[in-house]
């Protein structure tokens, strides 16, 4: 089994850094979550949507639950 080299002295240091959480690009550490606008706009619309439809998923979750409770009791 080949082994791994590691503590070589010609290894590069990498700047502590993260990434875009939209578009992957490198940023620096302690930047905001995305790079830009755009992606800030990307962002807050992937937001909504997921909002929603966890609004539509509780909706249909209250419908489904009076559609069978509702009838259980009409019926005494």
Known sequence: MAERKTGS???LKLIQHKHC???GKAQLVGDP???SPEC???MDD???KKRMWWIYM???FAAIALFIVVPMFINF
Do not use: R
């Open 9 to 11: 002295s010609s290894a």
């Open 21 to 23: 959480a939209i578009c």
């Open 33 to 35: 979550e995305v790079c």
């Open 40 to 42: 800030k706009k990307v």
């Open 46 to 48: 992937n937001i909504k």
């Open 58 to 60: 509780a909706l249909l």
